[in-house]
C-alpha cells in the first residue's frame, strides 16, 4: 500500500515536473503581426489569365512547382511571389510584342500560396476536411484513425483567421491529443517564439477568450497526452 501511494507521489510529480516544462506564454492578439496581409501566388495555386478582346490567348493555368506558369505565346514566367496584379502587369509587358495595348487580369481560382504565408499543423491529428472556401487543405500524412505517431497538414492562411478557424479547417484531433497544451510558433521582429494556445477550453468548454488570431506562417503543434 505505501508503495502503490509513493508510486501515485512520483507519478504525480513527474506530471507536474512535465506541464512546467512544457508551458509557453500563452498567445494573445498582441502578438499577431501586422494586418497588412496581401495573398501571394505560390506553386499549386491554380489561375484564369484573361487578356481582354483575345480569348485565344486567355487561357486556365496550374503554378508548377518551380513558381512558373507557361501562357500561350509566353514562356516560362515567375507567378510565385507575385500579386495577382503585379503578374498581370508583367505579362501585360511581355505581351507588347504580340498584342497592342494588352489588358491582362489574372484571378487565383484555387490557392495554395507561398510557404511563407501557410498554416502548417503537425501532431496529433485526424485529417482535415480537405476543401475550403477558394483553396484546399493539404494533408503531409494523416490518419482517420489518429493513431499516427506524426500527422501533419498545411492550411492557406485567410485574412482574419482565428484559432477556431483554424481548428474547423483541421476537421478533427487525434483522441490522444493534449489540446491545452498546444503550441503556436510564430516569427516575432525575425525571430521564431513559441506560445501556448488552449485548443480543449476553446472547444470542449466553448471558451471564447482562447480563440486567439492566427498569422501567415504560424506552425500549431499539437502534443500527445500524457498517461
Known amino acids: ?33 501586422s494586418a497588412d496581409y496581401t495573398y501571394q501566388i505560390g506553386p499549386g495555386d491554380e489561375l484564369n489569365v484573361f487578356v481582354w478582346g483575345n480569348p485565344d490567348i486567355s487561357t486556365a493555368v496550374p503554378v508548377r512547382p518551380d513558381g512558373k506558369i507557361t501562357v500561350p505565346l509566353v514562356e516560362d514566367v515567375v507567378a510565385s511571389g507575385k500579386t495577382s496584379n503585379e503578374l498581370a502587369r508583367e505579362l501585360e509587358k511581355k505581351y507588347k510584342e504580340f498584342v497592342k495595348d494588352p489588358q491582362v487580369v489574372v484571378m487565383v481560382t484555387s490557392f495554395q500560396g507561398m510557404d511563407q504565408q501557410q498554416i502548417r499543423v503537425v501532431g496529433q491529428i485526424n485529417g482535415g476536411s480537405g476543401v475550403r472556401s477558394g483553396g484546399t487543405a493539404t494533408a503531409l500524412s494523416t490518419s482517420s484513425q489518429g493513431n499516427s505517431r506524426y500527422s501533419g497538414m498545411t492550411i492557406p492562411y485567410e485574412k482574419g483567421m482565428t484559432l477556431l478557424d483554424l481548428m474547423i479547417k483541421i476537421g478533427a484531433i487525434g ?25 480543449d477550453t476553446l472547444v470542449e ?11 501567415p506562417g504560424d506552425i500549431l503543434i499539437i502534443p500527445e497526452a500524457f498517461f
Open 175 to 199: 483522441q490522444y491529443a493534449d489540446g491545452n497544451r498546444a503550441s503556436v510558433i510564430r516569427n516575432v521582429n525575425g525571430k521564431p517564439r513559441q506560445f501556448g494556445v488552449k485548443l
Open 205 to 215: 468548454d466553448g471558451d471564447l477568450s482562447a480563440n486567439v488570431k492566427m498569422a
Open 1 to 33: 500500500m505505501k508503495f502503490l501511494t509513493n508510486a501515485r507521489c512520483v507519478i504525480g510529480l513527474f506530471s507536474i515536473l512535465v506541464s512546467a516544462c512544457t508551458q509557453y506564454p500563452p498567445l494573445t492578439d498582441r502578438d499577431t503581426a
